[in-house]
């Protein structure tokens, strides 16, 4: 796995040459049960399930480190929206509105992560040093990305009765080929079962069959 924001970026430019990764099962067959309200993608990458959510037409605010896996998005939400002829209908409303923005982190202040409510907002910025606003999103997703300070602030961020699906690597994906092999973003077993007290818990798993991953639905009381 790549372990710096050039690696990354190099990875991402990479993968714009293939088609479009697949949404995780687990974020898929969930999505008719998911709020329609603002979406928060966490590390979104190349944009899986901000151009799932995007079909739904749902106000989405996806943020990563990568400039270039943010410009991937950008021109993928406008692919879609604006299909060539003879590909079928486009599933997105052909004025989808996308804006982008850098937020940047300088010393003593961190900077606040704004909810889309219109259209899709991609953010770059460090999410080390980014704060998510208060009671602001109907639904976050959090896939294959480890940051524990953002814990307590995921809790926040979500609106009474919002949902949180988070789904990474545990430890137990040391015991197989590829995936995340450093320890400090691997989840130890149980600890996502307990990692947000403030939220109701409405399904947990975690597997060990071809690679060790945890899975997480909970939702913010009202």
Known sequence: MPNTLAEWDARHRAAAESAA????????????????????????GTGR?????????QPVTAVDASGVALEIVAQRLRA???PKSGRGPSRLPSRLRVNRVNVPCPYRR???IAASRDGMLLVQTDLEQATL?????????CVNYLQRSLFSQMERALAPRGMLLFETHTRAQLEF????????FLLDPGELRVAFPSLRLLFYRELRAGKGIASLIAQRRA
Do not use: W
């Not at 606003?133 to 997703?141: C, D, E, G």
């Not at 080929?177 to 400090?184: E, I, L, S, V």
């Open 133 to 141: 606003p208060v009671n602001s999103f109907a639904l976050i997703l």
């Open 49 to 57: 399930h901000t151009l799932l959510l995007a079909e739904r037409q």
């Open 80 to 82: 879609a929206g604006h």
């Open 21 to 44: 990764e697949e949404p995780a099962g687990f974020v898929r067959e969930l999505m008719p049960l998911l709020p329609l309200g603002p979406a928060l993608d966490i590390a979104c």
């Open 110 to 112: 961190s900077p606040s």
């Open 177 to 184: 080929a590829g995936g995340k092999r450093n320890p400090m």
